[in-house]
Structure formats: structure tokens, C-alpha cells
């Protein structure tokens, strides 16, 4: 069955530094990655989206790879701050356009 | 634009009871999304929409569930009846039917079934 893994543990990483997370699948052949932004109370907001040919993205501090033979996708928040604290979830979409299948979200805390 | 609309943001409810959920997609925007998510399961998909036609509602759990989309800018989800486990925070989500575009999502409404 198809299967998108996140760190279930939360990370917790100190003002400045970079955070990194992690977004492995199985039995899956997405054309398109999205990474989302989650705070408490709220919906999903979207940050990033990644294609299937493409190996890197980057916006502002903000960095997504992806890697299709290794079924995985990094995360990276450079200069990480207090307000980048929140969880984080991948999202997988295939070429026919339809669903998104969501991972469970890893939970950043940048403390100061 | 004031983005996705939900409404309530909670409800509390008595378990038996029938609960409609009721969403206002972005104008403009023709694929609307209901999701569910709960700590044990995540954020899951139950129903799309296209054009206001049901696509794909393999994720609505029983026949309890069932969604409509009687125009372009209005959406319901109803439970009926409701039951405690249906206890969880659901979100309406629109986008411009397009592969690998983003989803908007709306704030969501937390439902408590006691």
C-alpha cells in the first residue's frame, strides 16, 4: 500500500540554525511534491511545490529536493527563527491530476 | 478575495445528531476538496469536486457522510447520524483545476460529537 513518512518526532532546533525534514514514500510515483505550513487552529498553507524532473527549489529561506530513485524529499528552513515554528507536512500528487496524499507532518520548535 | 470560508469553526454535538458543515470555496476556483484530520490518522481526503460534480468520494468513511456542491460557491458536508468518532477537524480546500497547483485551505471546523 502506498505510503508517505515523516519524522513523527518533533525537531527541535535553535534560532539560526538550519531545521531539515524529511518526506520518504512507498509504492508511489508522484509527478508533483508540495510541501505545507500548519499552525495550530489552522489549515494547511502552502510553501513549495516540486516536480518529479526537478532536483532542487528554492524560495527565500526555503529549500525542497527530491529525489525519485531514493523515494524521498528534504526539507531545509535556513536561519531558522522562533516564527518558523509549526508543523510541516509533504503532500504527494501524481501525473493525472487528483488527489493529495498528505503525510502526517513534523512539528518544528526554533527556540531563540 | 477573503479566501475559503468555513462555517462553524466549532460545533459540539450530541451523538445521533445530524451535522452539516458548510464551505465557501475562492471565487474562480473550480476543484473543491473536503479533508478530515485527526491526531491518529492525519489529514485525510474524503471528497473532490469539480465543476460542482462529485469526483471521487472513495475516502467518505460510511454512508453517515455524504457532501454536496449545489453551485459554484457553496459546499456542505453532512454527518447523519453523527458519532463520537467522527470527532475531528474538518477542512474545505479549493484550487484552479490544474496539476501541481496549490491548495487553499479554510480554517476548518472542529467538531465534538459527545
Known amino acids: 500500500s502506498q505510503k508517505i513518512e515523516q519524522n513523527s518526532e518533533a525537531l527541535n532546533i535553535q534560532e539560526g540554525k538550519t531545521a531539515t525534514l524529511t518526506c520518504n514514500y512507498t509504492?508511489?510515483?508522484?509527478?508533483?511534491l508540495q510541501w505545507y505550513r500548519q499552525d495550530p487552529g489552522r489549515g494547511p498553507v502552502f510553501l513549495l511545490l516540486?516536480?518529479?524532473?526537478?532536483k532542487e527549489k528554492r524560495k527565500e529561506r526555503l529549500k525542497v529536493t527530491f529525489d525519485t530513485t531514493l523515494k524521498q524529499s528534504l526539507f531545509h528552513i535556513t536561519a531558522s527563527q522562533p516564527a518558523d515554528s509549526a508543523t510541516y507536512l509533504c503532500?504527494?500528487?501524481?501525473?493525472?491530476?487528483?488527489?493529495?496524499?498528505f503525510g502526517a507532518g513534523t512539528q518544528v520548535v526554533v527556540t531563540p | 478575495d477573503a479566501g475559503v470560508i468555513q462555517s462553524p469553526r466549532h460545533e459540539v454535538t450530541e451523538m445521533g445528531q445530524e451535522v452539516t458543515l458548510r464551505c465557501k470555496p475562492i471565487?474562480?476556483?473550480?476543484?473543491l476538496f473536503w479533508y478530515r484530520q485527526t491526531m491518529m490518522r492525519g489529514l485525510e481526503l474524503l471528497i473532490y469536486?469539480?465543476?460542482?460534480?462529485?469526483?471521487?468520494d472513495s475516502g467518505m468513511p460510511e454512508d453517515r457522510f455524504s457532501a454536496k456542491m449545489p453551485n459554484a460557491s457553496f459546499s456542505t458536508l453532512k454527518i447523519q447520524p453523527s458519532e463520537p468518532r467522527d470527532s475531528a477537524v474538518y477542512f474545505c480546500?479549493?484550487?484552479?483545476?490544474?496539476?501541481?497547483?496549490?491548495?487553499?485551505f479554510g480554517p476548518g471546523t472542529r467538531l465534538t460529537v459527545l
Open positions: 480546500a479549493s484550487t484552479l483545476s490544474e496539476a501541481g497547483n496549490e491548495q487553499f
Open positions: 509504492n508511489y510515483s508522484p509527478a508533483y
Open positions: 516540486i516536480r518529479e524532473n526537478e
Open positions: 503532500a504527494l500528487e501524481r501525473a493525472s491530476w487528483g488527489k493529495l496524499q
Open positions: 471565487s474562480g476556483h473550480d476543484y
Open positions: 469536486f469539480n465543476n460542482n460534480v462529485p469526483i471521487d
